[in-house]
């Protein structure tokens, strides 16, 4: 029942966040950028002005799917950012943008971050395979309800990590939005607004992982020896 009433929260707070994630978003892609750039064309020129030479911009399928992947340096933009010539459109491509500087530059965070990728595909394949086996052996073999915990740690770990990341590469795609005149003193504070509406998505996550880490761990403190 505990669980129950965790998840249900957390749910709700995430739904909350992502329903006005998407409102925002829809409405400040309305909102033209300042000199009419694309998404593309923004992600574009500030990886130049960054001095990262060796990262493509590229077009992916999907609604705010938009993401930095490291492993082939390549900015991924969904076809609404990569196209859009908007605020919210702005904001994203500088946001991943900002990742990609951070990969140039061996931003401390995101190298943690990379390194716990292996591990923590591994944790999530079989974390709750384990610890559905440990809650029904708690009585009798707690010591497997005890590696599950072990393995969810590493993914609320992971969770909150990833936090100064995002965080990191907002104020980085801010700090450029705002200095290369891509942004105005009107347009500016949404594109803030935007990329912190973003960023709660983060919190709310790594907040659900971490409680959900505290009720397994009550289980296990409140096993019948």
């Known amino acids: 029942m505990a669980y129950l009433l965790i998840f249900g929260v957390f749910m709700l707070l995430s ?3 992502g329903a006005r994630l998407k409102s925002k978003f829809r409405e400040y892609s309305k909102i033209p950028v300042n000199y009419g750039l694309s998404g593309r064309e923004i ?18 399928q999907g609604e705010l799917s938009d993401h930095y992947n490291p492993m082939t340096k390549t900015v991924n933009l969904s076809p609404d950012v990569y196209h859009g ?14 990742h990609a ?14 390194k716990l990728v292996p591990v923590v595909s591994f944790a999530s394949k079989w974390v709750q395979w384990v610890l559905l086996g440990g809650i029904l052996l708690v ?4 010591q497997l309800l005890l590696a599950g915990i072990v393995l969810f740690a590493l993914t609320t770990l992971f969770s909150f990590i990833t936090l100064p990341v995002e965080i990191d590469a907002s104020r980085r795609a ?5 200095g290369s005149g891509v942004a ?11 990329l912190r509406l973003a960023a709660y998505t983060y919190v709310v996550a790594a907040l659900a992982s971490l409680a959900t880490l505290l009720y397994y ?7 019948r020896d």
């Not at 500087?101 to 990379?114: D, E, P």
């Not at 761990?217 to 096993?223: A, D, E, F, V």
Request: glycine fraction near 4%; include cysteine; proline fraction near 3%.
């Open 139 to 142: 009585n009798t073999f707690p």
């Open 43 to 60: 992600a574009e020129r500030m990886l130049r002005e960054s001095g990262v030479d060796d990262v493509k911009v590229v077009s992916v």
């Open 217 to 223: 761990i009550m289980i296990y403190l409140g096993r």
């Open 15 to 17: 739904w909350a966040v």
């Open 101 to 114: 500087v951070q990969h140039a530059t061996a931003y401390a965070w995101l190298m943690m971050r990379s």
């Open 85 to 98: 010539r908007s605020i919210s459109a702005a904001a994203v491509a500088a946001h991943e943008c900002g």
């Open 174 to 178: 801010i700090s450029w939005l705002d």
């Open 184 to 194: 105005t003193t009107a347009t500016l504070p949404k594109a803030q607004e935007a």
